[in-house]
């Protein structure tokens, strides 16, 4: 058995210890696409995380799930100029002025524009479920299960998997479609979400599933 990052013994130690217990996907799943903003493609930003492969592979996931006729939402971060909208999380983030009104950086990286017919959330903090209308938009679907893709790992993807579990969904972070500024950190968040709130799931295996949603997928 190895982890994300190929630490058979970190692994070990966890399962030892009860995390890790498998979750099984329903058969009602959705798409969270959180924060493809171009602040983490664009290396004018300060918030540029490298994520180009990331975005790529969104892209993919996101054609697989409108072709399966998957609902699919998008998440975005619009705060007011002075950030007063987003209180503390501002004042700890310096970086959230790249999601200010007026900065070319809070727009959709190209190729990831929600549809017509798609939900974009607007949100002020990390997780796409705080203050926001997603959970009951995804309960009104009857929604059992979301594939969470987007930007960054360790900050707004790990809240919102980690609400996505509290409100009752079985989450799915999509291991290729998310990324983060550095891969250490990527990785460890991915296995720690693995190991207490979520599946971690190739990007293959997902394309499986969202063609033909069991939780016998493999």
């Known amino acids: 058995m190895t982890t994300i990052d190929g630490r058979a013994d970190q692994a070990a130690d966890y399962a030892r210890a009860g995390f890790g217990q498998e979750l099984q996907p329903g058969t009602r799943p959705a798409l969270v696409v959180v924060d493809p903003a171009r602040a983490y493609v ?3 930003c ?3 995380a490298g994520a180009e492969d990331a975005a790529d592979a969104m892209r993919t996931l996101v054609a697989a799930a409108r072709s399966a ?3 699919v939402v998008f998440t975005e971060v619009r705060l007011r100029a002075d950030g007063a909208d987003a ?5 700890k983030s310096g970086t959230l002025v790249a999601f200010c009104e ?10 990831l524009e929600p549809a017509p017919d798609e ?5 002020k903090y990390a997780s796409a479920f705080f203050g926001t209308s997603l959970h009951s938009y995804l309960t009104a679907l009857q929604v059992d299960t979301v594939l969470i893709a987007g930007l960054s790992t360790s900050g707004c993807v790990r809240a919102t998997t980690l ?3 509290q409100h009752g969904f079985i989450p799915i972070v999509v291991k290729e479609a998310v990324g983060d500024r550095d891969p250490a950190i990527h990785n460890s968040n991915l296995f720690d979400m693995q190991q207490k709130m979520a599946e971690v799931w190739p990007l293959s295996r997902a394309q499986t599933y969202l063609r033909n949603p069991s939780p016998l997928v493999e």
């Not at 939900?119 to 949100?123: A, D």
């Open 119 to 123: 939900l974009l959330v607007t949100k």
């Open 87 to 91: 209180g503390v999380f501002f004042r």
């Open 163 to 165: 609400d996505a579990m």
């Open 42 to 44: 664009d290396p004018a």
């Open 102 to 111: 007026g900065s070319p950086f809070a727009e959709p990286i190209e190729g």
């Open 69 to 71: 006729g998957i609902p």
């Open 46 to 48: 300060p918030l540029y």
